[in-house]
């Protein structure tokens, strides 16, 4: 019987140490007092609210459903569009006409690109603004090729010292849609591929600036390369997507402040798309942007909305975070988007220990809550 105890003792004190001591997640000054009254072991252990919470989590993930594909409702399905669906398949079925006009595009832009890139190096200005409109014209090309369906609502972005466009962002096709209209210079992270090449030799010659979101230096480079940018006058209009990730264009993420503390002009730009044809939300994780253009090539059109919307200054006394969350208040609602409060980074790493911590503090709050009623 003594042995038996003893491994008990033992036993116990040893879940003793694995268990987390409340106390050390209560705010300093806290302390768990002794009741006066019977402690009943069913309030002690009453953990409702974090498992309704969990389940709530779980029924109702809304980080989740930022980034979740939603296929296109059907509307080919009556008397008056099924002729013309049934006459569509066919052209449909002729995607090679897509890829045929995309390949000219790309005919056309690299026989004038590359001569105006080397041989005009003596004269920039006229480089630049060469290298400008054939930016354009490719991007133009690009939206042909989806059929794309473009209405743009507001005035033409303009070159201007100390100003920066933020937009929310569904896809990488954001920039191609914007690029078609002004050559903007863009923030991007730096993607491998075709499309990294196409990064560091043709959207390099427009000012674009690319970064590694996993390197920490490329974060004070990249911050003083736009601090240069905008000050600028003959410079290409600064873009910048402040979420930091594809989002389904249902929903809109944080934004990173780092586009509101450089003391320039914020012009907001929404961008709504019609998913009746297809959806535009490109899933890095599923899917690679090639496979996500030829979606988009083989599908009706690609319909959508850019709002060009009022340039808005931080106001006296504003914060850079407040700045950023009336700036995503007056994109959200022209674009019809859900504000939700999560980091989009959250994506590609695990939450930090923060998260955490707030919710152990959280649940300790509540336990101490209860053995004050108890108490009294």
Request: aromatic share 10%; with cysteine; net charge positive.
């Amino acid at each position: 019987m003594n042995s038996s105890e003893g491994k008990l003792k033992s036993s116990s004190s040893e879940l003793d140490l694995d268990r987390p001591n409340i106390e050390d997640y209560l705010p300093s000054g806290s302390s768990i007092q002794e009741p006066h009254g019977k402690l009943r072991l069913r309030d002690l252990l009453d953990i409702s609210p974090a498992l309704t919470e969990a389940a709530g989590a779980i029924v109702d993930d809304s980080f989740t459903r930022c980034f979740k594909s939603n296929p296109p409702e059907p509307w080919n399905w009556n008397v008056y569009l099924f002729p013309l669906w049934c006459c569509g398949v066919f052209l449909l079925c002729c995607s090679i006409c897509r890829a045929l006009v995309l390949t000219i595009g790309w005919i056309i832009f690299l026989s004038c690109f590359i001569p105006v890139h080397f041989l005009l190096k003596g004269n920039n200005n006229l480089r630049k603004k060469m290298e400008r409109a054939l930016v354009e014209l490719i991007c133009s090309f690009f939206v042909a090729s989806w059929t794309g369906v473009v209405k743009y609502h507001g005035p033409r972005p303009s070159m201007r010292p100390k100003q920066v466009f933020v937009a929310n962002h569904t896809s990488m096709i954001d920039f191609i849609i914007l690029e078609q209209m002004t050559a903007f210079a863009v923030i991007m992270q730096k993607h491998p591929g075709w499309v990294g090449l196409l990064q560091s030799t043709i959207l390099e010659s427009v000012g674009c600036i690319w970064f590694n979101r996993s390197e920490a230096k490329d974060r004070e480079i990249v911050t003083r390369k736009l601090r240069e940018h905008s000050q600028g006058a003959d410079n290409n209009p600064l873009l910048i997507f402040p979420e930091g990730t594809c989002v389904n264009n249902q929903y809109s993420v944080m934004f990173k402040k780092g586009a509101f503390e450089l003391g320039c002009t914020v012009c907001p730009i929404a961008i709504k798309y019609n998913k009746i044809f297809v959806d535009a939300f490109w899933n890095s994780r599923k899917q690679s942007f090639t496979m996500h253009l030829l979606q988009l090539m083989t599908s009706w059109a690609v319909v959508c909305d850019v709002w060009y919307l009022e340039p808005q200054n931080l106001r006296p006394g504003e914060t850079p975070i407040e700045f950023a969350e009336r700036i995503r208040d007056i994109i959200s609602v022209r674009a019809g988007l859900k504000k939700v409060p999560w980091d989009g980074y959250l994506k590609y790493s695990r939450p930090s220990p923060k998260h955490r911590e707030r919710k152990q503090q959280s649940f300790a709050e509540s336990v101490l809550r209860g053995l004050e009623l108890e108490e009294k």
